[in-house]
């Protein structure tokens, strides 16, 4: 008969696969081990078709068993990590100080199938870690604010991490120069995900990474609040035909303005799946020099939160091509007036829109009553709206034809279009201490 250990190698083997998880569980499910039904509830999580509903019900489940459970299953770890998360009913993401790393990494994986790392302190011993055969048995791995600048990059330059799918460089003051040296390196071919929030890039940085041929699988790429112009976006829609990333996330630049010397910059074909434009000061005159009527593309999920559009810049929206295919638009905080929201719901180019956030903008019954009385968007589910300005009449009317958003209620979106960092990761992914 098989025994915990048995159970516990197969996960080990095969730490990505949910079988293995789930034949343990049935194993705890028969001497009433409470891990079973929680190692059920964190799979099910993972499946991005289950219902809004169905996944808050789960995370309360989640939460309760976190509590009660929570610090029982992890103590093994106790003073070995900082930080822990669970996922799929073990320690999968842990945070720890790079030399305790070198010094037990055997024992870290001994007792948790570890798939992400969040190192503290790397400084001198980011050589050694580096260069570490543990790190082969991550799938993410972060190194956040830890102000490596362009030796870090210097550093990654040569080393190898095959299995690596997301990496996190968030604030490191790379610059350009460290951004070339980790643009050189053949040691990440499977590298899907990479953050390089905060580090100091310039449009030139950008440009190195269009061209770099070292990155075959990379699909999304945050580049938020570095020193971007609206060259940047250029060169990320130049490069789709070669090296097309589907997620672009560049939040907090400068996308208003133009590179230095130079105006009108129209921009190129514009195809993605999902653009994030947040807080880049957009209006309709800096919109005006990166799009014309008609521009082509297409775009599935597209962010223009806190920016300073306003009607205007609606009606240039409007007129692009690359509009037609969007299903998710997030216009939060444009100074849209209820005209503007006449214009969205009136518009017979959103046919697939199924999610449309206008919160934090100065709309009144005017905007409700164009929403209620449209027969265009009829793809239209999910609808998130200011929560002082309206008629508590109207709104309830409005909650029979859409799902309203309630910021309040997490996970009140489907997961599928949820504008979050991957499952798992938190934005800088700064676990709390759990001792």
Known sequence: MLDHD??????????????????????????????????????????????????????????????RYGTIWAKPLEGLVTGYAFRRGFIEMVRMEARTFLARAPLLFQLAPVRHIQFLDLGSSAEKVFHSSWLHQLSTLTIYAQHGGAQLGNLLENISLPRLTTFNLGRNSLGSLGLRYLMRSEGFPALETLYLHENEISDSG????????????????????????????????????????????????????????????????????????????????????????GHPGHIRYLSLSHNRLRYEAIEQLLSCLFINSL??????????????????????????????????????????????????????????????GIDPYLRQELSKKYTLIDTDQPNSFPRRIEPHLPEGIEENWDLPSRW
């Open 327 to 388: 299903e998710v638009l997030d216009l939060e905080e444009n100074w849209l007036n209820d005209e503007a929201v006449r214009l969205i719901a009136q518009s017979d180019k959103l046919k697939y829109l199924t999610w449309l956030n206008l919160d934090q903008n100065p709309i009144h019954e005017g905007a409700v009553l164009s929403l209620l009385e449209n027969n265009t968007l009829t793809a239209l589910k999910w609808l998130k709206i200011p929560k002082l």
């Open 6 to 67: 048995s159970f516990l190698a197969a996960i080990w083997k095969a730490p990505e696969e949910n079988l293995p998880r789930l034949i343990y569980a049935d194993y705890l499910d028969e001497r009433n081990d409470p891990l079973g039904q929680f190692i059920r509830i964190q799979c099910a999580l993972e499946d991005c078709t289950i219902s809004s509903s169905r996944r808050w019900e789960l995370r309360q489940f989640e939460a309760e068993y976190l509590s």
């Open 206 to 293: 950008t440009e190195l990474i269009t061209r770099s041929k070292y990155f075959p699988k990379l699909k999304r790429l945050h580049l938020e609040q570095n020193d971007l112009t609206s060259r940047t976006l250029a060169y990320l829609a130049l490069a789709q035909k070669e090296n097309p990333i589907q997620e672009i996330y560049l939040a907090r630049n400068q996308l208003h303005a133009s590179p230095k010397g130079q105006s009108n910059l129209l921009l190129p074909e514009l195809c993605f799946n999902k653009l994030h434009l947040k807080e880049n000061q957009l209006s309709a005159e800096s919109l005006n020099e990166l799009i014309q009527p």
